[in-house]
């Protein structure tokens, strides 16, 4: 039986997420992840193959968020969906 995961794939996306909107892009790497996560290197490279993959999910990730507020916030009037 598997350890269950310390931290989660989301876990390491939200640390990966927080080093792009901190430090900008050129500055997310695998060690700056794994400073902000507290995760060891190899789990993350565990979870993802490579620093422009954890990117690529972290923004894949933000975009479907993005998507499934606008579709919970239609309403008939198009002004008002895109007020909420």
């Known amino acids: 039986m598997p350890r ?3 931290h989660t794939e989301d876990a390491l996306l939200d640390s990966a997420r ?3 909107v901190d430090r900008g892009v050129r500055a997310a790497t695998i060690a700056a ?3 902000v996560s507290g995760a ?3 789990s993350i490279y565990h979870r993802f193959g490579s620093v422009d993959e954890i990117l690529a999910r972290a923004w894949m990730r933000a975009a479907r968020r993005s998507q499934d507020a606008a579709v919970a916030a239609r309403t008939d009037d198009p002004v008002e969906t ?3």
Do not use: E, K, L, N
Request: no cysteine.
């Open 4 to 6: 269950p995961a310390i």
């Open 82 to 84: 895109i007020v909420q």
């Open 40 to 42: 060891s290197t190899g």
């Open 33 to 35: 992840v794994r400073d």
């Open 18 to 20: 927080a080093v792009v």
